[in-house]
């Protein structure tokens, strides 16, 4: 007859082979599972290690002094890379950003993103710039883009040219201002004319915005509206009586999908990144507590 | 009282073998899990540009890099890296670099903190005026450039490839661009430009937003800015150096090409 096998005595037997491969199972996975344990939390970044990890150079108070960035302060300094450096160099690199980190962490004992303007200003704006990055990194689909693009056709168009002569109508004239028109609709000369050209564009094509600056605005309006070729009717301003002869008004059109996707691109995440900081903004009033002073609120 | 029967020395036998081919498994996968580390760690220590001169370190760039690179660049750049002019996305293959001259470390940096892409680390120093618009340059004050004075310097440009063909233009687009244009200030006075703000080498085969007379002048008249996103955060730094490596190899002769 065998033993009772539930036992609590057959169990913990070491005489029972069965009982005597268990416990040594026991033991073995106990064993196994605080190695696995062990390399976990003394290797893993953000907790305390006794090595430094592959990506770093150093730690400061477990600060990581990364690596890309000892290679970029090197390339930086002496345009040398990590073989090419001498041990000068390395040691020159590595003592400053050590420095530099120390000095951050000092910084944030004494409290200084409260009272120094460029710290609090280089934090607020390094906080919007994850943000941005973020927006950046959600690529959008074609699909979205093109139809960012559709939406707003109008802030793609292309600059207008406008290339014309400005006449002002001689207060000795023998013609009426509408006769000078017709005849100059009709090719006659200004100059047989008696019209007297004006100092106003005479550099040949100009853009839109080049040519609002430079034309009235009553001219520049009624300019815009005539095709290439035409004469305007005469306009009256408070220097005189101005006729338009244009020579060129190539009109703003839409540019091609193909053509624009880079700004249109910019523009999306641009946006994107508005409606990301608007969200930030609120999740942070959100988790704050704030709270107003009496005649604040 | 249940009764236990004597187990078979078959029974003993299978398993035996069955513990001991778990064992054996667990020993092999934590081995090779501590080779892979190791191999990862030698990445991470080398020097970023001697490491295509190791077949072992490639071998372990490459493995790591090229699903990287299909996971977070490709979208762009294409599965094999060779651009795409419609997103105006760099072919990666060659050795023309907006900025850089193609060192694996130079490349960690834009996978890191990108272009233009909000990181201050990122390359954010310059973009391409739009000098047919009021206001060129948000950065600082760029005067404007007339339709004219546009199609003059257009007309240079394309003369730094010999490609002009009205040379009077092309000397008057050199004054502008010597001058009031300011092109020299990022482009160089030969325009071999300047890889240390992204600045294009002009005289160059390699266009990223076409060559033509038609696309420069667009170019020149709307202006230009790509973006590269920033990965700093979604990645490891063992994947941002596999695949800076991964991207320098595609333009390495020396190094074996990857299977695609």
Not at chain 1, 250 to 276: C, G, N
Request: some cysteine.
């Amino acid at each position: 007859m065998t033993a009772n096998p539930t036992s609590a005595e057959a169990i913990w037997s070491t005489d029972d082979t069965a009982a005597r491969r268990s416990l040594i199972l026991c033991a073995a996975g106990a064993v196994l599972g605080l190695i696995i344990a062990g390399i976990g939390l003394f290797t893993a970044k953000g907790t305390r290690t006794s090595a430094v990890p592959a990506e770093d150079v150093a730690l400061v108070n477990q600060v990581p002094i990364l690596m890309s960035d000892y290679l970029l302060q090197l390339r930086a300094l002496y345009d040398v890379s990590l073989t090419e450096a001498s041990a000068e160099q390395k040691k020159k690199v590595l003592d400053d950003m050590i420095h530099e980190e120390l000095y951050v962490q000092r910084g944030v004992e004494l409290g200084l993103q409260s009272d120094t303007i460029e710290v609090r200003a280089a934090l607020a704006g390094a906080v919007e710039a994850q943000v941005a990055a973020d927006a950046a990194m959600a690529q959008p689909a074609e699909v979205e883009l093109h139809a960012y693009y559709d939406a707003h056709t109008g802030n793609y168009a292309s600059e207008g040219i406008l290339e014309l002569e400005d006449y002002r109508v001689a207060p000795q004239s023998r013609l009426q201002p509408p006769a000078l028109a017709e005849a100059l609709r009709h090719g006659a000369n200004p100059a047989q004319l008696g019209l007297i050209r004006t100092a106003t564009m005479q550099d040949g094509e100009e853009f839109y915005f080049a040519a609002k600056i430079h034309l009235p605005d009553a001219l520049y309006e009624a300019a815009t509206r005539l095709q290439s070729g035409e004469v305007s009717e005469p306009l009256r301003l408070a220097d005189g009586i101005h006729i338009l002869v244009i020579k060129q008004n190539t009109h703003p059109v839409p540019r091609s999908y193909a053509e624009v996707r880079d700004k249109v691109l910019q523009d999306f995440i641009a946006e994107q990144v508005k409606v990301l900081a608007a969200g930030n903004d609120r999740f942070l009033r959100k988790r704050a507590d704030i709270t107003l002073a009496r005649g604040f609120e | 009282m249940p009764i236990k029967r004597p187990r078979s020395p078959t029974s003993i036998a299978i398993s035996a073998v069955l513990a001991i081919a778990g064992l054996a498994i667990a020993i092999v996968a934590l081995v090779l899990h501590v080779q892979r580390q190791r191999r990862a760690d030698a990445l991470l220590r080398a020097d970023p540009d001697r490491v295509l001169a190791s077949s072992e370190l490639t071998r372990t760039a490459l493995d790591i890099g090229r699903p990287a690179f299909a996971r977070r660049c490709a979208g762009c750049h294409g599965p094999r890296g060779d651009g795409d002019p419609l997103k105006n996305t760099p072919d990666l293959r060659d050795d023309e670099y907006l900025y850089g001259s193609g060192k694996p470390d130079e490349i960690e940096q834009i996978v890191l903190y990108g272009i233009r892409a909000g990181p201050s680390r990122g390359k954010n120093l310059a973009s391409m005026p739009a000098y047919g618009r009021a206001k060129p340059y948000a950065g600082e004050p760029i005067p404007p450039l007339s339709p004219a004075a546009i199609a003059d310097v257009t007309e240079f440009v394309l003369s730094l490839s010999g490609r002009s063909t009205h040379r009077e233009a092309a000397t008057r687009g050199r004054m502008i661009y010597q001058g009031a244009g300011g092109c020299y200030d990022c482009h160089s006075g030969d325009g071999h430009g300047d890889p240390g703000i992204g600045a294009p080498n002009l005289a160059a085969a390699v266009w990223l937003y076409g060559g033509s007379a038609r696309s420069i002048t667009q170019s020149i008249t709307y202006g230009r800015a790509g973006i590269c996103p920033a990965f700093a955060t979604r990645i490891t730094p063992l994947e941002a150096r596999a695949i800076s490596l991964y991207v320098a190899s595609l333009s390495n002769p020396t190094t074996p090409k990857p299977n695609l």
